[in-house]
């Protein structure tokens, strides 16, 4: 480590840049806590550092949920048998197994690096 970061190279007397840009690894993130947290709409993508895809379900979730725009098709859910409304509760739900795949897509990602290296 360079006493002086902005100081020429004592060796070759290169100017230093002042800053290390070395590989950067990511800690391996659970798929279970991912989706634990995707309880809360956002915050498992939030944990797995896809911010802009946690703020999309935040806001998508939250609004569907606050605005009330949700697509009720209990007519059909009742010949059917299965209750089938979908909106802010569906989407909620496709967020927290989104988060467990993405997770482990990740860690799947982080193997395959791992042994190519």
Known sequence: ?????????P???????????????R???????????AVIPGCGH???GHNMKGLA???GIGGLQFFGF??????????VGVPMELGGGTLWLFSIVDAYRTA???????ATAGRTA
């Open 27 to 37: 800690g391996r993130k659970s798929p279970l806590t991912a989706a634990a947290l």
């Open 104 to 110: 482990r897509h990740m860690q799947a990602e982080a």
């Open 57 to 59: 379900y935040l806001l």
């Open 70 to 79: 949700d697509l009720d098709l209990t007519a059909i859910g009742a010949v």
């Open 1 to 9: 480590m360079l006493a002086n970061p902005n100081a020429p190279c």
């Open 11 to 25: 060796r070759c007397g290169a100017p230093a840049s002042g800053s290390y840009h070395g590989a950067v690894t």
């Open 46 to 48: 939030f944990y797995l």
